[in-house]
């Protein structure tokens, strides 16, 4: 089948254009009158010749993203809205991807023209969302497909501005602390050593600053292989039992109650079951669905599995906020709302408005983790750089024949 762009006019004169599928121009042209239009103008959809299958920037090689995701499901919905068939959306959407992106849109586009639905298309192609795949579910079936894929990339665009935050006020204190660390093992491995080899060749007596880094220098060169295989071996067993389903539990339970950290997490999974819920809800999702859904968005396993007991529960008839009351480690707050949306009736845009409460809250949280951070790893890397320069600084000293005292 070919795709074909016209303009043509209606029985009313009024003049429209659109795309239509049909074996050969002719063919086109006759459903189109068989449909009562006049064609003013057909032509086959071909790739323009000007498209661009090279690129001197290799990032634009990289495999399909988060974000190219978010972009492309914009640039479709405002398509659709604007009377352009999916299939079309979608073809025009790869013809201006980057060239990595184009493999998956256009593998989309031939699904849907041998017939199959999007929802399906995207499934199989392994890196949508279970609730972006849901959302356009439930627009295929409701007609309102435009609408939901605005959602799901607004959605997405928000995940991602959280994770982008997150890193963002991580950046500093941990290339503080990389740096501090390098730096140290660099003076212990090399400048401590030959301070050391100086000071017996000259006979001077060892300052006692300057005997303790040698001694911590020592171990640290005596052990350097023995640390670099613990840690490798701790990463290793870390990673399997982050892996194994039980011990990923206990794991995300455990994270959950560190100060701090915990309060971070507990606010970021009740922004996520917050903003995913009352999308699905507000799309039509039936409740038993939507909390299917939560149990595989869920980073944080614990979290989820409390997610299952409450689907369990409702499955046997009871309310969403009982057993997410009893078994939940959401916000107090949110529990509550849950209660109240329920008995009125107006559960979706309860937790919509949630989403944007906790969402401020999980900002100022972060501001306040990064804000405490950043200057306890100024003490802690001041302190072992100091001690550090503090003993060369003295070993020299005695070295040129100084008094340390």
């Not at 079936?141 to 982008?164: D, F, H, I, P, Y």
């Amino acid at each position: 089948m070919t795709i074909f762009n016209y303009t043509a006019r209606d029985r009313s004169g009024q003049q429209l254009s659109d795309v239509v599928e049909s074996a050969s121009r002719d063919a086109a042209i006759m459903k189109l009158r068989g449909d009562g239009l006049l064609v003013l103008q057909i032509n086959e959809l071909k790739q323009k010749t000007d498209e661009k299958n090279y690129s001197l920037n290799p990032l634009d090689y990289r495999s399909i993203r988060s974000q190219d995701i978010e972009n492309a499901f914009h640039q479709i919905a405002v398509m659709l809205r604007s009377g352009v068939s999916l299939l079309a959306a979608v073809e025009l959407t790869r013809k201006y991807a980057r060239i990595g992106t184009r493999k998956v849109w256009a593998k989309i586009a031939e699904r849907i023209q041998q017939g199959g639905a999007f929802t399906d298309a995207l499934k199989e192609q392994g890196m949508f969302s279970n609730l972006t795949v849901q959302l356009v579910a439930v627009g295929e079936q409701t007609g309102n497909l435009s609408t939901v894929m605005n959602q799901a990339a607004k959605e997405m665009a928000s995940t991602r501005r959280l994770k982008k935050q997150i890193t963002s006020a991580l950046k500093y204190p941990a290339f503080t602390l990389v740096f501090a660390i390098g730096l140290v093992v660099f003076m212990l491995t090399s400048i401590v050593p030959e301070i050391k080899k100086l000071l017996k060749i000259m006979g001077k007596p060892m300052p006692p600053i300057t005997q303790a880094l040698i001694d911590v220098s020592d171990w640290f060169v005596q052990n350097t292989v023995y640390m670099a295989v613990g840690a490798t071996v701790f990463t290793v067993i870390f990673i399997v039992l982050y892996q194994w389903p039980p011990a990923r539990w206990w794991i995300d339970r455990f994270a959950l109650r560190v100060p701090l950290i915990g309060h971070v997490l507990r606010l970021s999974g009740t922004v996520l079951f917050c903003r995913a819920m009352g999308l699905l809800l507000s799309s039509g999702v039936l409740i038993v669905d939507a909390l299917k859904t939560m149990e595989v968005l869920h980073g944080n396993k614990f979290m989820a599995s409390h997610v299952a007991f409450a689907h369990s529960r409702v499955l046997q008839g009871s309310s969403l906020a009982d057993p997410l009351v009893e078994k939940s480690r959401y916000m107090d707050l949110v529990l509550q709302m849950i209660r109240v949306g329920e008995n009125s009736g107006t559960l979706d845009d309860i937790l919509l408005e949630m989403t944007e409460y906790h969402e401020e809250l999980l900002e100022q949280a972060i501001a306040k983790l990064t804000g405490m951070i950043a200057p306890l790893m100024t003490v802690f890397v001041g302190g072992l750089v100091g001690f550090v320069y503090a003993a060369f600084l003295v070993a020299m000293f005695s070295a040129a024949g100084g008094s340390p005292s």
